[in-house]
């Protein structure tokens, strides 16, 4: 979702990615993939799973 806020300044990229994947889809493009979520290091040292 950072990815998507940063390229698109959209106010809800959560909401942009689902309709985007939507669109894809149905135009039959499967460049989409499932990506599961990475653990990052965190300020307080903690590995912690990235945002979806």
């Not at 990506?35 to 040292?45: F, V, W, Y």
Request: glycine letters at 6%; aromatic letters at 4%; proline letters at 2%.
């Amino acid at each position: 979702m950072d990815v998507v806020a940063i390229l698109t300044e959209s106010e809800n990229p959560r909401h942009y990615w689902t309709i985007l994947k939507g669109r894809l889809k149905d135009e039959g493009n499967e460049t989409v993939t499932n990506c599961d979520q990475l653990k990052i290091t965190a300020h307080d040292g903690k590995n912690r799973l990235t945002k979806q």
